[in-house]
């Protein structure tokens, strides 16, 4: 229904349009307007189509229709500007400004319209973070306001100060009261959009004590994660220590390494209500752990280890997603997040391998003894977390 309301609204003012017999051109006007229909059309296919075909069908008509659009609106420029033209030509100019200024009206109305009746809005919050959402929400009203404010302002200016017989133009090139003005909005406008974010940022970097900690280790194209075992505490890393024997880069005379739980797969389970803080590290470029439902995440920075924290406020599965370009993989690198109860949790960590028993399965496998080895200078070079 919404979007046949939208295109009814159209069709309705392209009617009106064309019934207005003294603007010139006014079948290009519709025409455009018919565009604009053929582009919406094609922003709503892509939005609720489910397959490939429907998606970039329906980019391809966005594309098209604004083009035409485009394409419509410079044959009425041009056609106005054309020198030879005479007094008719000129009041069809002036015409043709005037229905400039309705333009940007429509499109200053069109913008606020889409936004609320828009398919396309944020994943259901699934942690603590609703103060993002409110960040980002105060941040669209105060840009959104501006820039209807300055649409319409500019259809203001074309309409008042079209071009009429007989008018000069007045040059004022400073006038302190609107800049007073100007400046002062401004000024209002930038605070109220970082004030509450500094707000939320003291809490984003503010770990409760009770947080457990977990590890994801980003890689191309692949993440993997540690948890800590029955001592709550991870061991000591560093990437020197990375092999095919040890993943992880862990410290292995490190014992508060040993029992640490080894997560290879792309599936990482957390308990629901329980606080964790997330260690993020890179063993090679950029990455970042992202899940939109989450609405927390920090890049991983190769050499050190980055962190956040947020505590999961429903259950379910949870895609995860690399949210910095990291090369040709990016788009594949991806992983599940489990949220549930406290009993599956525990039942499921059970299932998942420790650092002592990965090494000792590797030992074997090769035949040989693994033979822990930690110098002075790795233990003084093990990575951290890093701290903003």
């Given at each position: 229904m919404?979007?046949i309301?939208?295109?009814?609204?159209l069709?309705?003012?392209?009617?009106?349009?064309?019934?207005?017999?003294?603007?010139?051109?006014?079948?290009?006007w519709?025409l455009g307007?018919?565009?604009a229909i053929?582009?919406?059309?094609?922003?709503?296919l892509?939005?609720g189509s489910?397959?490939?075909i429907?998606y970039y069908?329906g980019?391809?008509?966005?594309?098209?229709?604004?083009?035409?659009v485009?394409?419509r609106m410079k044959?009425?420029?041009d056609e106005?500007?054309k020198?030879?033209?005479?007094l008719?030509?000129a009041?069809g100019?002036e015409?043709?400004?005037?229905?400039?200024?309705?333009?940007?009206?429509?499109?200053?109305?069109g913008?606020?319209?889409?936004?609320f009746?828009?398919?396309?809005w944020?994943t259901?919050i699934?942690?603590?973070?609703?103060?993002?959402d409110?960040?980002?929400?105060?941040?669209?009203?105060?840009?959104?306001v501006?820039?209807?404010?300055?649409?319409f302002?500019m259809?203001?200016c074309?309409?008042?100060y079209?071009?009429?017989?007989?008018?000069?133009?007045?040059?004022?090139?400073e006038?302190?009261?609107?800049?007073?003005?100007?400046?002062?909005?401004?000024t209002?406008g930038?605070?109220g959009?970082?004030t509450p974010?500094?707000f939320?940022?003291?809490?984003?970097v503010?770990?409760?004590?009770e947080?457990?900690e977990?590890e994801?280790l980003g890689?191309?194209?692949?993440?993997?994660?540690r948890?800590p075992?029955k001592?709550?505490?991870?061991g000591?890393?560093?990437?020197r220590n990375?092999g095919?024997?040890?993943?992880?880069?862990?410290?292995?005379g490190?014992p508060n390494g040993?029992?640490?739980?080894?997560v290879?797969s792309d599936e990482?389970?957390?308990?629901?209500?329980?606080p964790?803080?997330?260690?993020n590290?890179?063993?090679d470029?950029?990455?970042?752990f992202?899940?939109?439902?989450?609405?927390a995440?920090?890049?991983?920075?190769?050499?050190m280890v980055?962190?956040f924290?947020?505590t999961?406020?429903r259950?379910g599965t949870?895609?995860?997603?690399?949210?910095e370009?990291?090369?040709?993989?990016h788009?594949?690198?991806?992983?599940?997040?489990?949220?549930?109860?406290?009993?599956a949790?525990?039942a499921?960590?059970?299932?998942q391998?420790t650092?002592?028993?990965?090494t000792?399965?590797?030992a074997?496998?090769?035949g040989g003894?693994?033979?822990?080895?930690?110098?002075q200078?790795?233990a003084d070079?093990?990575?951290?977390p890093f701290?903003p």
């Amino acid at each position: 229904m919404t979007i046949i309301s939208i295109v009814v609204i159209l069709l309705a003012m392209g009617a009106g349009l064309y019934a207005i017999d003294r603007v010139p051109e006014s079948r290009n006007w519709v025409l455009g307007g018919l565009a604009a229909i053929v582009g919406l059309g094609g922003l709503f296919l892509a939005a609720g189509s489910d397959g490939a075909i429907g998606y970039y069908g329906g980019l391809v008509l966005f594309a098209i229709g604004v083009l035409i659009v485009f394409y419509r609106m410079k044959l009425a420029f041009d056609e106005a500007e054309k020198p030879e033209h005479g007094l008719a030509d000129a009041r069809g100019s002036e015409r043709t400004k005037n229905l400039v200024a309705l333009a940007l009206v429509l499109v200053g109305a069109g913008t606020v319209g889409f936004h609320f009746l828009s398919p396309w809005w944020w994943t259901p919050i699934a942690s603590n973070w609703g103060y993002v959402d409110d960040t980002i929400i105060i941040t669209f009203w105060i840009t959104g306001v501006v820039f209807v404010a300055i649409i319409f302002f500019m259809a203001y200016c074309v309409y008042r100060y079209r071009y009429q017989e007989g008018r000069r133009a007045a040059y004022e090139p400073e006038n302190k009261k609107m800049e007073w003005w100007l400046t002062g909005l401004t000024t209002v406008g930038v605070a109220g959009m970082l004030t509450p974010g500094l707000f939320v940022w003291d809490q984003f970097v503010t770990v409760p004590k009770e947080a457990v900690e977990f590890e994801v280790l980003g890689q191309q194209w692949q993440f993997t994660f540690r948890l800590p075992g029955k001592d709550g505490v991870l061991g000591t890393s560093d990437s020197r220590n990375i092999g095919p024997e040890n993943p992880f880069g862990l410290n292995p005379g490190d014992p508060n390494g040993q029992d640490d739980v080894l997560v290879e797969s792309d599936e990482l389970h957390l308990p629901i209500d329980k606080p964790v803080k997330v260690l993020n590290r890179s063993i090679d470029v950029l990455h970042s752990f992202y899940v939109p439902e989450f609405r927390a995440k920090m890049d991983m920075v190769p050499g050190m280890v980055t962190y956040f924290w947020f505590t999961p406020t429903r259950t379910g599965t949870f895609d995860a997603l690399c949210f910095e370009l990291c090369g040709v993989g990016h788009y594949a690198m991806r992983a599940r997040v489990v949220v549930e109860e406290e009993s599956a949790y525990q039942a499921w960590l059970k299932e998942q391998p420790t650092f002592a028993q990965s090494t000792a399965q590797a030992a074997k496998d090769i035949g040989g003894e693994f033979i822990p080895v930690l110098s002075q200078a790795q233990a003084d070079s093990a990575e951290r977390p890093f701290t903003p």
